[in-house]
């Protein structure tokens, strides 16, 4: 067995560029399984969104009693 990379033979890379391949195909497919299906498409989402109130921001206030400067 090749403990090194660099003295690897051709059969050994062609084993890790594989073992890489399955790997990513099924954290690929763990993702695609695992995504939210609820929504039919986007055109539903929109329609869902007009549903929601709209919150809008009041008037600013301050909170505190201390005159400190506020580095933004």
């Avoid at 090194?4 to 399955?22: E, F």
């Avoid at 929504?39 to 009693?65: C, F, K, N, Y």
Wanted: no cysteine; aromatic share 2%; proline share 3%.
């Amino acid at each position: 067995m090749n403990h090194s990379i660099y003295g690897a033979d051709r059969l050994t890379h062609l084993k890790i560029v594989v073992v890489a391949l399955i790997g990513a195909t099924l954290v690929a497919g763990v993702g695609i399984a695992a995504r939210d299906t609820a929504t039919m498409s986007g055109v539903a989402t929109a329609r869902h969104q007009e549903l929601v109130p709209v919150i809008r921001a009041g008037q600013p206030m301050v909170v505190g009693d201390r005159d400190i400067s506020t580095i933004r």
